[in-house]
């Protein structure tokens, strides 16, 4: 393993780390405002509650994603780098490549790893697209309640220049 591998590596989980940290803070700080305001509408309690939720799991997921990244980096990479080049020799030499039985054994694992990260990452991306999509939901329910504030309010603005307006004309 060589030494760029080794820095992007470290990097991508001092990126995660931080970046699963931020945000998990950010979410705990929003439910903590949430409660001191108890006057919020409902709609915008449970926005806020389940929004906070979904971003507190994504943050836990990025952990353990960054766990798995470390591990894989510290414990298996370096034995998996050597797998390869032994296959990359034995092939450039024309022979079959067979592992032994550690060796499946320690690849399945490799992969089981790397498989567990990929699918934390693409679970991550889901809650992410929820987000927001819930996000867009919320925003267009808003518009529409206050456009019908709206309306309702020329409307009641309306009816009393028109009521304005007639009893103008009747005294006259």
């Not at 034995?79 to 320690?106: K, N, Y």
């Not at 927001?132 to 709206?150: F, S």
């Amino acid at each position: 393993m060589g030494w760029p591998q080794i820095v992007f590596g470290a990097a991508l989980v001092v990126v995660l780390l931080g970046v699963s940290v931020y945000y998990a803070w950010r979410q705990v700080l929003a439910l903590r405002r949430l409660r001191r305001l108890p006057d919020l509408p409902v709609a915008e309690t449970h926005y806020v509650r389940r929004q906070a939720f979904r971003r507190l799991l994504s943050s836990a997921l990025m952990l353990v994603m960054a766990g798995l990244l470390a591990i894989v980096l510290i414990a298996m990479e370096e034995r998996a780098q050597q797998i390869a080049d032994q296959t990359d020799a034995q092939r450039s030499l024309g022979q079959p490549t067979v592992f032994t039985q550690d060796e499946m054994e320690f690849l399945n694992r490799w992969l089981g790893v790397w498989g567990s990260i990929l699918v934390l990452l693409m679970v991550v991306i889901f809650l992410a697209a929820w987000d927001l999509w819930a996000t867009r939901l919320y925003g267009v329910r808003e518009m529409r309640k206050i456009q019908a504030d709206r309306r309702a309010m020329i409307e009641r603005q309306a009816a009393r220049l028109r009521q304005q307006r007639n009893g103008h004309q009747g005294g006259i």
